[in-house]
């Protein structure tokens, strides 16, 4: 397999450091240095939030340890997540598609294992797959909300979606949920991508709540203030999408 060959002398990680990455990187590859993990991720996904540009140049070596390496699939998806956070994000996810697509097959190999760190991985699995603000903002659906402008009045409603009822409402400081309406589901046979995608992914794990929470996501919600009946998924894409990255 050919990996991506790195000149290391201008990438910048989460420390302001140049250099040290690659140390780093090689004494993982040699299993001799427990404690390189831990600096691994300060340098590459700072917080598992803030990925440098040395993450991006990382991904290649990670992707050569992930299959037989629990730690470094795992800081890969993270760093995955992260490509909507750093300004050359996507450019710099572009220079590795192979090793991108060799981690989504063993993300997607692992989620049929059904692991106790499904919901996780169901992320790092979407983030990907490009849904990055899918990756971010989808829950395991037992008390998720999602806050959201009303395309016709645009009225702010929130979705909820979880053990306390499936509906759309008016948030009220004092009374809570208000004016509430249930959600109308997707067909399963109705289903749009990546809700298609990502429902059968769920079914195929034995994940019904996940399964389930998607058709409710994917499906139509009627605003309380103006009745209007509008499509939830693409709502919530408008607002979390900019409009370059939107997807038709
Ligand atoms: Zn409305």
Known sequence: MTVTVTDWTSVIDAQGAVG??????????RGDAPDAWEELWDRLCLHGDTVSAAGFAALPRLA????????ALELAGAIVRGTLRHPDGEALLARCPNEIARLR????????????DYHRLFGDLLALAGQYH?????????????PLSCPHCEAEVTI???????????????????????LQPARVEE????GRWMHATAVRDGQQRLADGITCIFGSAECPVCAGVFNIAEAHTDANLPPALETH
């Not at 040290?20 to 590859?29: G, K």
């Not at 050569?64 to 730690?71: D, G, I, M, R, S």
């Not at 097959?105 to 106790?116: E, F, I, M, S, Y």
């Open 105 to 116: 097959g063993l993300v997607d190999l692992k989620l049929r294992t059904r692991p106790a």
């Open 64 to 71: 050569v340890l992930a299959p037989t390496c629990a730690q």
């Open 134 to 146: 899918w990756s971010a903002s989808l829950g395991d659906f037992t008390d998720d909300f999602y």
């Open 20 to 29: 040290r990455v690659p140390v780093l990187l090689d004494q993982v590859e």
């Open 191 to 194: 289903l749009g991508e990546p």
């Open 160 to 182: 909820a979606v979880g053990d306390y009822g499936c509906y759309s409402a008016v948030r009220d400081w004092d009374r809570g949920d208000i004016e509430r309406r249930a």
